[in-house]
């Protein structure tokens, strides 16, 4: 969604899509059903020599795929033969890549990672042969972290930057000049090294599970990364059973929550049953 304050942003927008032909233009950008938006977009980009896409992984993809069916086209790469670069941010493009590379092949798509939010730019990929994030220190933004060993707890101690260690999980808040105090983002993050400041997204710090203290992170989970957590249950633990989702479900599941639209995601992890048999039930 592009934010429209005024009308000399909406003029400055106008000048950039014409100079560099960004879609969605400012009109389909304010489009209110996300239907009939992406169904715009798909219209314009299906014979455009699409060199460039940004966005949250998951909804690019509906929109591409949208735009290939429609085309006839078998794959992306088919369509876009000169896709060279994919700026992603909002949640893990992990379980995504590998399709996206599928998609494109045989080319090789430059994958860089960036770090958004309504409440600030804080962290952007600079190197490709690196997954972390360079911490943005110079954009009116404090940062502070609580362990997430401590989250939660009453009198747990935020940490300040100068204090905060490689390897340990932290919940991330902020303050800016913009009236934010102590503004929790939601989001866990893990320095992966301090000259400079460098760190990965791990998850969401709502969405973990630690029924027997096994502290199953969002990125363990889908970089199948085991070795990391365990859980003693005493023998209770069931056989895993794979329940396959009908073409579409999720994308049902938030529209009938109302939440269609790169601002929403799928929950990739809860310690409730709620989400799961809403999504059972459609199924």
């Avoid at 798509?109 to 958004?116: P, V």
Wanted: glycine content about 8%.
């Amino acid at each position: 969604m592009i934010p429209i304050l005024n009308s000399s942003s909406a003029t400055l927008w106008r000048f950039w899509c014409s100079v560099l032909h960004i879609v969605p233009d400012l009109e389909q950008a304010q489009i209110s059903d996300i239907n009939e938006k992406y169904d715009s977009i798909a219209s314009v980009i299906a014979d455009k020599r699409l060199v460039s896409v940004s966005g949250t992984p998951d909804w690019l993809l509906v929109v591409l795929r949208r735009t290939a069916e429609r085309a006839g086209a078998k794959s992306f790469g088919e369509l876009w033969p000169h896709m060279e670069f994919f700026a992603h941010g909002g949640m893990s493009m992990i379980p995504y890549k590998p399709i996206y590379e599928r998609e494109f092949a045989p080319r090789k798509i430059t994958f860089i990672e960036n770090y958004n939010a309504s409440e600030g730019f804080f962290g952007v990929q600079t190197d490709t042969n690196d997954s972390s994030m360079l911490l943005m220190l110079d954009y009116d933004v404090f940062f502070e972290f609580i362990p997430m060993s401590e989250y939660g707890k009453l009198g747990a101690r935020p940490v300040p930057l100068w204090e905060a260690e490689t390897g340990v999980d932290y919940a991330l808040l902020v303050s800016t000049s913009s009236g934010l105090w102590r503004y929790d983002i939601g989001d866990v993050i893990r320095f992966t090294r301090k000259a400079p400041y460098k760190f990965v997204i791990v998850g969401r710090t709502h969405q973990c599970i630690s029924v027997w203290g096994e502290d199953l992170s969002v990125q363990q989970a889908e970089d199948h990364d085991y070795e990391h957590f365990s859980a003693d249950a005493g023998g209770i633990i069931q056989p895993l059973e794979v329940i396959e989702a009908r073409r579409g479900l999720f994308y049902e599941w938030l529209d009938s929550k109302g939440k269609l639209g790169g601002q929403h995601k799928v929950p990739r992890l809860s310690s409730n049953r709620t989400q799961f048999e809403e999504l059972l039930a459609l199924n």
